[in-house]
C-alpha cells in the first residue's frame, strides 16, 4: 500500500528514504518532512489510524475470546499493535544454550502503538558510566547534548510529571501528574516506610490539551489505541502531521531487504519486498535512515553486502550486531487483603501507572552495578479473559455459583505489584549475526542470536525480587509466587522478553569500535544514518523510547542542515 502520493515509488530520486515508522522512523519523518524534504517511508506492516482501528472502548463480553491474546496479538484481542516474537515466515534462530525472544511490530507506528508511555530520560550518569565504574563504554555524546532535543519532544509530543531534582532523573517539560488510585496511595506509603523513592510516573499521555490534540478522558485503554490521540503514538502524532505537509510518501507491506550502494560506496536506496505480491521493488533517495528497530536495523546492515562492504554495510569495525542488550525485568505481584470489599468510587485514570520508584541507591555498594527503577501495577480494571490469574490463588476462592461470584466481587482489585527495569552491561557473548542456512519467506537471510546473561544482571534481579516481596510485606500482603532460586536466575526475564533490545550499531568517536558517529551517520557511508535503538551505547535503568525520540530529532535536524549545505 501507498499513501498519500507517488503511485509508483520507483519513479524518482527522494530526499531521504526511511525504514521504519515507529519512534526514530516517524520522528525521522516529522522533522524532515518539515524541513521541507521529500520523504519515503517503507514499513514492513499493515496500515494502521488509531481514530479508526482502535478497540478503545469495545466491551470483553462483546467477543466471544473476551479479550483472550491471539497469535498476532500476545497482549490480548484488543491491543493496538500487531505483531509478536514469532511471525509466520519470518523466522530467527538462536545458538545452543540461547534463551531469546525478539519482538516484531508489523504495522504503521511500529511498538509505539502498544508501549506504556513511559517517557524517562537518560541522566548525565548514564551518558558516561565507564567514568563511574569502568564498565562497557561512554557515550561519545553527554546529557548536555541530547537535552534541548528531549526539551522539544516533551513540547511537541506531551509527557506528564512532577519536578523532582533527583541527580540521575532529568526533569523535563511537564504536564500535571494525575492523582494517585487508592492501590497507589498504599504503594506510597510502603515505599516511604521502606525508604524507596516514590514518585509520580513520567507517561506521554496529555493530562492537558496540546498542539490540538485531546486531554485523556482517563478511560484506562491506552494499550488499545486512543481514538482521540491524547496518548503518544507515532503514527498519530508523527506520521500523521508528516502526511499533511505533502512530502511524505508511506509504503506500508515493504519489507527491507538491503541498503543498496553506488559505485563510490554512498547509498543509494533501499531494495525492498512488496509483501502483497512478492514482487521485488527499489527505492532511490539521496540519504538513506535506518529505524527498523534495533535488531532489525542490524540484520539489515549485515545484509547489505558489496564489494566496497564485504561484510555488511558500514561494518568495517566489524560491530555490526554487536554490544546489543535487553532491559533486565521480573516481577512480583501478590494478594493486598486491605484491599478487599472496597467500597466502589471513582478511580480510573491513564492507562498506566500514576506512580513508579526511579533507582534510589546510587551511591550505594551493592553487589552489581548500575540500578532498576519499579513500575507499579494493581487495582481495578476491565475484566476480561485470565483476570486476577485465576480465583483460585485467593484465600478460599473458587467454587461455582453465587459463592465464585461473591468471591470475585470481594478481591477484584485486590492484587499489587511490582516490575523491576533495569541496566544490562553489553558483554562480548550477547551478539546478533546472519545465520548461513536460513532464510525467511522471501528469502532474505535471518538473524541468529546469541545471549548471555552475567552476575551483574542476575544480582540486580535478585534485589529487585527481594524489594518487591519487602514492599508486599509492608503492604500486609501475601506473596502468590516463592523466591526464585539462583538456578532459575533469580525469575530473570529471558532476553527480549521486555522489548527494549538495543545496540548493533552503536555510536563513537572511533570508527575501528563503532559503526556510527556522535549523530548517529555511519563512519564509512556518509548519507546513511540509524535512528532507532542501535547507536546506543548503553542501556541504563529507563525505558529508551524518549531516547530514541530526541536523538532521533537531533539526527534529523544534523541531516536537515547538512542537505541545505550540501554536504549530503
Known amino acids: 500500500m501507498t499513501e498519500p502520493r507517488a503511485p509508483s515509488p520507483q519513479s524518482r530520486v527522494y530526499d531521504v528514504c526511511i525504514v521504519g515508522s515507529g519512534a526514530g522512523g516517524g520522528m525521522a519523518a516529522h522533522a524532515l518532512t518539515h524541513a521541507g524534504a521529500d520523504v519515503i517511508v517503507l514499513e514492513a506492516g499493515v496500515p494502521w489510524d488509531n481514530l479508526k482501528?482502535?478497540?478503545?472502548?469495545?466491551?470483553?463480553?462483546?467477543?466471544?475470546?473476551?479479550?483472550?491474546?491471539?497469535?498476532?496479538?500476545?497482549?490480548?484481542?484488543?491491543?493496538?499493535?500487531?505483531?509478536?516474537?514469532?511471525?509466520?515466515?519470518?523466522?530467527?534462530?538462536?545458538?545452543?544454550?540461547?534463551?531469546?525472544?525478539?519482538?516484531?511490530?508489523?504495522?504503521?507506528?511500529?511498538?509505539?502503538?502498544?508501549?506504556?508511555?513511559?517517557?524517562?530520560?537518560?541522566?548525565?550518569?548514564?551518558?558516561?558510566?565507564?567514568?563511574?565504574?569502568?564498565?562497557?563504554?561512554?557515550?561519545?555524546?553527554?546529557?548536555?547534548?541530547?537535552?534541548?532535543?528531549?526539551?522539544?519532544?516533551?513540547?511537541?509530543?506531551?509527557?506528564?510529571?512532577?519536578?523532582?531534582?533527583?541527580?540521575?532523573?532529568?526533569?523535563?517539560?511537564?504536564q500535571p501528574p494525575p492523582r494517585p488510585r487508592c492501590h497507589e496511595l498504599l504503594v506510597k506509603q510502603a515505599a516511604d516506610k521502606l525508604h524507596v523513592t516514590c514518585i509520580p510516573s513520567r507517561?506521554?499521555?496529555?493530562?492537558?490539551?496540546?498542539?490540538?490534540?485531546?486531554?485523556?478522558?482517563?478511560?484506562?485503554?491506552?494499550?488499545?489505541?486512543?481514538?482521540v490521540n491524547a496518548n503518544f503514538t507515532s503514527t498519530n502524532v508523527l506520521i500523521g502531521p508528516a502526511l499533511t505537509t505533502g512530502r511524505l510518501t508511506l509504503v506500508t507491506n515493504a519489507m527491507a531487504r538491503e541498503v543498496t550502494v553506488d559505485k563510490t560506496g554512498r547509498a543509494s536506496g533501499v531494495a525492498y519486498v512488496d509483501k502483497t505480491t512478492g514482487a521485488d521493488r527499489h527505492v532511490s533517495a539521496k540519504v538513506v535512515v535506518l529505524a527498523a528497530s534495533a535488531l532489525e536495523t542490524a540484520r539489515l546492515l549485515l545484509n547489505s553486502k558489496s564489494s566496497a562492504f564485504p561484510n555488511g554495510l558500514a561494518n568495517g569495525s566489524g560491530t555490526a550486531g554487536k554490544y546489543i542488550t535487553d532491559t533486565t525485568g521480573t516481577d512480583v505481584g501478590g494478594f493486598i487483603p486491605k484491599m478487599m470489599d472496597h467500597v466502589p468510587h471513582n478511580h480510573d485514570g491513564v492507562g498506566g501507572m500514576h506512580l513508579y520508584m526511579p533507582w534510589w541507591l546510587e551511591s550505594q555498594k551493592l553487589d552489581f552495578p548500575r540500578g532498576y527503577h519499579i513500575e507499579v501495577w494493581g487495582g481495578t480494571h476491565v475484566p476480561d479473559s485470565g483476570i486476577m490469574g485465576g480465583i483460585q490463588r485467593y484465600p478460599a476462592g473458587g467454587g461455582y455459583g453465587k459463592?465464585?461470584?461473591?468471591?470475585?466481587?470481594?478481591?477484584?482489585?485486590?492484587?499489587?505489584?511490582?516490575?523491576g527495569r533495569g541496566e544490562m552491561i553489553p558483554n562480548d557473548d550477547t551478539y546478533c549475526e546472519i545465520d548461513p542456512r536460513t532464510v525467511d519467506r522471501w528469502g532474505i537471510p535471518v538473524l541468529r542470536f546469541h545471549w548471555k546473561w552475567s552476575d551483574h544482571e542476575y544480582n540486580q534481579v535478585k534485589h529487585m525480587q527481594e524489594t518487591f516481596r519487602a514492599l508486599i510485606a509492608?503492604?500486609?500482603?501475601?506473596?502468590?509466587?516463592?523466591?526464585?532460586?539462583?538456578?532459575?536466575?533469580?525469575?530473570?526475564?529471558?532476553?527480549?522478553?521486555?522489548?527494549?533490545?538495543?545496540?548493533?550499531?552503536?555510536?563513537?568517536?572511533?570508527?575501528?569500535?563503532?559503526?556510527?558517529?556522535?549523530?548517529?551517520?555511519?563512519?564509512?557511508?556518509?548519507?546513511?544514518?540509524?535512528?532507532?535503538?542501535?547507536?546506543?551505547?548503553?542501556?541504563?535503568?529507563?525505558?529508551?523510547?524518549?531516547?530514541?525520540?530526541?536523538?532521533?530529532?537531533?539526527?534529523?535536524?544534523?541531516?536537515?542542515?547538512?542537505?541545505?549545505?550540501?554536504?549530503?
Open 53 to 174: 482501528d482502535s478497540a478503545m472502548l469495545t466491551w470483553p463480553y462483546e467477543s466471544p475470546r473476551r479479550g483472550r491474546s491471539t497469535k498476532d496479538r500476545p497482549f490480548g484481542e484488543f491491543d493496538a499493535c500487531i505483531g509478536g516474537w514469532e511471525i509466520e515466515g519470518e523466522p530467527y534462530t538462536r545458538a545452543a544454550g540461547t534463551e531469546f525472544n525478539w519482538w516484531r511490530a508489523r504495522m504503521v507506528g511500529g511498538r509505539t502503538n502498544h508501549w506504556g508511555r513511559i517517557s524517562l530520560r537518560f541522566g548525565p550518569y548514564d551518558f558516561k558510566r565507564k567514568s563511574r565504574d569502568g564498565l562497557g563504554d561512554d557515550w561519545p555524546i553527554s546529557y548536555e547534548d541530547v537535552a534541548p532535543y528531549y526539551d522539544k519532544i516533551d513540547r511537541l509530543i506531551g509527557v506528564f510529571g512532577s519536578k523532582e531534582n533527583l541527580p540521575n532523573e532529568p526533569d523535563g517539560v511537564f
Open 203 to 227: 507517561l506521554s499521555i496529555l493530562t492537558r490539551p496540546l498542539n490540538g490534540r485531546a486531554p485523556c478522558h482517563y478511560c484506562g485503554q491506552c494499550n488499545r489505541g486512543c481514538r
Open 474 to 568: 509492608e503492604l500486609g500482603g501475601e506473596v502468590f509466587s516463592p523466591m526464585p532460586t539462583r538456578e532459575r536466575g533469580y525469575g530473570i526475564a529471558a532476553g527480549g522478553v521486555i522489548i527494549h533490545e538495543l545496540g548493533g550499531a552503536r555510536m563513537g568517536d572511533d570508527p575501528k569500535t563503532s559503526v556510527t558517529n556522535r549523530w548517529c551517520q555511519a563512519h564509512e557511508c556518509k548519507n546513511l544514518f540509524v535512528t532507532d535503538g542501535a547507536p546506543f551505547v548503553s542501556q541504563a535503568d529507563k525505558n529508551p523510547t524518549w531516547t530514541i525520540l530526541a536523538l532521533s530529532l537531533r539526527t534529523s535536524e544534523y541531516i536537515a542542515d547538512q542537505m541545505k549545505k550540501g554536504a549530503l
Open 403 to 419: 459463592q465464585l461470584k461473591d468471591d470475585y466481587r470481594r478481591y477484584y482489585g485486590a492484587t499489587i505489584g511490582f516490575s
